[in-house]
């Protein structure tokens, strides 16, 4: 979302706007898409004007302006203070009985000044405090100022809650009536707008203005030159297109012309840079828009107005870098000037430049800059440079107004952590046909605002024109798709009054109109849609659907219901499987993330902070062979053409990093975090243009492994057999567990403290403790953290959906425990395993209790002690019963594993 804030009365001179009531204006364009946050009421009274409740203004909505004590004043006479230096006396005429004496020391009034129009409080007029450290207002009394009686106050916008500027009054214009209430002659409601990328043409009052002129089927005003040449042209191609100067005065070359798709250029010679006039002031404060100068401000002016952006430069400045580069002059004589010559390329590894805030930035070769035979300039469509900004000296100013590639603009504001006004709207596409309309306005108000003169012609670079977008759409095509019947001429209409060129199509024969089916008739006939040159988001016919819709008001589309009854609903056996994986684990204590897709290459270059350790390598494999978790060289994933971010350019291609950086956020706050999240990752086929994607599991553990309480003896961390825990419970209730085995493995983000995980041949995912080296990589605190990776379609597929009840026995169980000696090498879960084949039906439970490695058995072995459940579902067992399964456990240990019974 893009903000923008739009004062009625600038909308005004585009469109008539002000015999609309503010709030159902906002709640129109609302409906239309272009959300307006908020109204701030600059000086009026919204509960007596406009109905507003009382209790929902507040002192953001804005002070209102009192109609018997805010008034437009002249100064009359000034001069100084007899008893303080700094101070001046006026005298001001304000429609009143007689003129007042005021006490003011506003910087921007000098002795002397006469016929100065001024915004006048009279005694008790409500003002907003200037010097106080938050918002608040105060009342204006009389008082006495180093002797003399102040009868009244010329206030700054701050104090009329129009800005924070306090330093100096506001100037009205001189043709400002005197003695008019305030309210009446400068009070103005301000739309804030939140505007998605898809109405960025909307960043500027021209485009709210054709917003509302199509909504309310009013004309657009067209009461500047340039605006007034661009009517009733639709195509790009008929825009017209400027005279080159008769006297060159600027040398352009495009060296990137997919960076930077036109760039014009016009002088304007003579200047006087100085402050700009009030109600130039007035408007760009109303915007949220600082004032500057003259120049600059034009400039801001310019962009607010029509979405274009641009740019002044010191042309002397130019010029006097282009002799110090030693520029051929072009053919011209030894004493006349040398023309700059501007370059549109991309930046040089490791160069630097200062911009406009003072800053120096390091450029990368991706980044488009405007520089000259000397160097660079300005980064384009970002910020100029300091070395060719205009000051107080310039007399000579050349104005840049370009198009550029959006994405490029986007990714170079953000990698230089620079933000602006401009890469707002660059960054969202403008037309390649904006810059010299917009360009001649702005060149025009700096002429009108400084003075000097434009030096006639444009240096106009533009490589690749721009062409027409032409769309074909039926009303077949509208009611399939927005479920309502819109007339043929309504549809047209609409798009006209948008500015969309609109003619019909004749359908003879056995031709079929687009979207019409085999229809006929002039109901079904296609318009021929000419997209207008300004317009760059509308390219199939759905958009022009949208256009439509909006106009007419979503809340006017009819509900309808159903002809026929509900289609069967068929279950979707993978989303409930998930589910219940979801289940489970939720069920065992985890807590479900949902974790970014994009990431960028640091990601896994902390996975890989171990060193000397192998990593997979999926190339050349299918999917079905491929290992888990897929770790893959940082330089081998997925990646994005056109990334929001160099931090999110690629694809994920296992769940771990997101696991990682979750556990390290959550463990700062929390002393136990147990988290899981099901997901997608992104692993690249060889042949193949896109990649795999399947869904993995990921499990991670860390912290206490119970909460603090007052009853707790001891502090046990979370470890290795916790995740494994959560995992063995997961597969024991899908079924899962009697197949699976666990086995040893050198992992990348483990090391040594891993396990793979198999369900009989196939490998299900792995588990293991985090590296300390990756631990700090991913600043997780000092302890253990344990993680797991499964992938989730075999979890899936043992979902059962018809689940079998066992019933629980009636009869008692008998427990014994049972200890052997085995070998070092073999594993717990082998023995396990082949006691519970041993057991049969009458073994139900099998577990570890305790490991022994010491005198009492022989070097190389251990000892294993577990303890046996035994029950029977149809009587109570006898001792004869389970010494009969004892033996048969204990013969098959020694048989197997060549496992000793412990005395």
């Known amino acids: 979302m ?61 002070l209102p302006w009192g109609l018997d004590t805010l008034f437009v004043g002249e100064i009359l006479k000034t001069e100084r203070h007899p008893n303080a230096d700094r101070l001046l006396l006026a005298t001001v005429e304000y429609g009143g009985d007689k003129p007042m004496t005021i006490i003011t020391g506003a910087p921007n009034l000098q002795p002397g000044d006469t016929m100065v129009k001024i915004a006048f409080a009279t005694i008790g007029a409500r003002l907003v405090d ?56 400068m009070g103005d409601a301000v739309f804030s707008m939140d505007l998605t990328p898809n109405l960025a043409r909307n960043l500027n009052i021209i485009g709210v203005a054709r917003e509302v002129a199509a909504l309310y089927d ?29 006297q060159p005065f600027v040398n352009i070359v495009i060296d990137d012309p997919d960076l930077c798709y036109r760039y014009t250029a016009i002088l304007i010679r003579d200047v006087e840079i100085s402050g700009s006039p009030g109600w130039i002031k007035d408007r760009l404060r109303k915007a949220g828009v600082r004032p500057i100068s003259n120049i600059v401000d034009a400039t801001n002016y310019t962009m607010l107005e029509w979405g274009q952006p641009t740019h002044a430069f010191d042309y002397d400045l130019l010029v006097e870098r282009a002799q110090r580069a030693g520029q051929p002059s072009s053919g011209r004589s030894a004493t006349e000037p040398v023309l700059p010559t501007i370059i549109m390329r991309r930046a040089h590894d490791g160069e630097k430049m200062t911009t406009l805030d003072g800053v120096e930035r390091q450029l990368t070769n991706d980044m488009l800059m405007i520089s000259d035979t000397l160097g660079t300039v300005a980064v384009g469509g970002v910020m100029g440079g300091l070395e060719t900004e205009v000051n107080d000296r310039t007399r000579n100013v050349l104005l840049e107004a370009a198009s550029f590639d959006f994405i490029n603009n986007r990714r170079t504001s953000q990698t230089l952590r620079l933000p602006s006004e401009a890469t707002a709207r660059f960054s969202k596409g403008i037309s390649a046909e904006m810059p010299v309309p917009a360009g001649m306005r702005c060149a025009r108000l700096m002429v009108e605002l400084a003075g000097g003169e434009v030096a006639a012609g ?34 047209s209409a609409i798009l006209r009054r948008l500015e969309f060129g609109v003619e019909e199509v004749n359908v003879t024969g056995a031709e079929t109109a687009v979207g019409s089916g085999n229809a006929t008739g002039a109901e079904t006939a296609p318009l021929r849609v000419t997209v207008p040159w300004f317009r760059l988001d509308a390219t199939i016919p759905a958009d022009l659907l949208e256009e439509i819709v909006r106009i007419i008001g979503y809340d006017q589309i009819p509900t309808t219901l159903m002809d026929d009854a509900l289609p069967p609903q068929w279950r979707n ?109 992104y692993w690249p086929v060889a042949g193949e243009l896109l990649p795999a994607e399947p869904e993995l599991v990921s499990i991670g553990l860390t912290g206490a492994r119970e909460s603090h309480s007052w009853m707790k003896q001891d502090d046990q961390m979370l470890d290795f057999f916790d ?3 959560v995992v063995e419970e997961l597969l024991a209730r899908l079924g899962l567990l009697a197949d699976t085995r666990f086995e040893a493995t050198v992992h990348p983000t483990f090391g040594v403290r891993a396990a793979r995980v198999l369900i009989g041949k196939n490998e299900l995912g792995v588990l293991g403790e985090v590296h300390p080296a990756v631990r700090r990589a991913f ?12 992938r989730l379609a075999p979890l899936v597929a043992a979902v059962s959906y018809r689940p079998a009840m066992q019933p629980i026995s009636n009869f008692p169980a008998i427990k014994e425990d049972l200890a052997v000696v085995v070998d070092e090498g073999v594993l717990a879960e082998q023995v396990e395993g082949m006691i519970r084949q041993s057991g049969g039906s009458l073994l139900r439970e099998v577990r570890l209790f305790d490991i022994y490695r010491g005198k009492q058995v022989a070097a190389g072995k251990k000892s294993l002690a577990y303890n046996l459940t035994f029950q029977a579902d149809d009587k109570t067992l006898k001792d004869s019963d389970v010494e009969k399964v004892r033996k048969r456990i204990i013969a098959r240990l020694g048989q197997t594993l060549n496992a000793e019974l412990r005395g």
């Open 573 to 681: 056996w993978t989303l409930e499987g998930k589910e219940r994986v979801r289940d489970l684990l939720s069920g065992a204590g985890l807590q479900d993330i949902i974790g970014y897709r994009l990431i960028g290459q640091e990601v896994h270059r902390k996975l890989l902070a171990t060193q000397g350790v192998p990593v997979y390598d999926p190339a050349g494999s299918s999917v079905d062979t491929l290992q888990l978790p897929v770790i893959l060289d940082p330089e081998n994933l997925v990646q994005l053409e056109n990334p929001l971010t160099p931090a999110a350019d690629r694809l994920r291609s296992t769940l771990l990093g997101n696991m990682l950086a979750a556990l390290a956020k959550n463990a700062r706050t929390f002393d136990r975090v147990a988290l899981f999240e099901i997901g997608k990752v």
């Open 779 to 790: 600043d997780l605190p000092d302890q253990r953290v344990c993680v797991a990776e499964l």
């Open 218 to 246: 009013r004309p657009l005003k067209r009461p500047q030159p340039e605006l007034a040449a661009l009517a009733g042209i639709v195509r790009p191609e008929d825009m017209p297109r400027p005279q080159p100067p008769a």
């Open 458 to 491: 444009i240096e106009d670079c533009y490589p690749t024109e721009q062409h027409s977008v032409v769309i074909d759409l039926t009303p077949a095509e509208v009611k399939r798709i927005l479920g309502m019947d819109v007339p043929a001429a309504q549809i």
């Open 2 to 62: 893009t903000a923008i804030k739009v004062p009625l009365s600038w909308l005004n001179d585009f469109v008539d706007v002000f015999d609309l009531d503010p709030v159902e204006l906002a709640e129109r364009l609302t409906l239309a898409g272009l959300e307006v946050e908020h109204i701030r009421w600059v000086g009026l009274n919204p509960s007596a004007a406009y109905h507003v409740p009382a209790d929902r203004m507040g002192e953001e909505d804005g």
């Open 130 to 185: 200037p010097y106080a450290d938050s918002y608040k207002t105060m009342t204006l009394k009389a008082g006495k100022i180093r002797g003399i009686q102040s009868e009244g106050m010329a206030c700054s916008a701050k104090e009329l809650g129009i800005s924070e500027e306090h330093e100096g009054i506001i100037i009205l214009p001189p043709n400002a009536p005197v003695g008019m209430p305030l309210a009446d002659y």
């Open 723 to 725: 995740v494994k825990g």
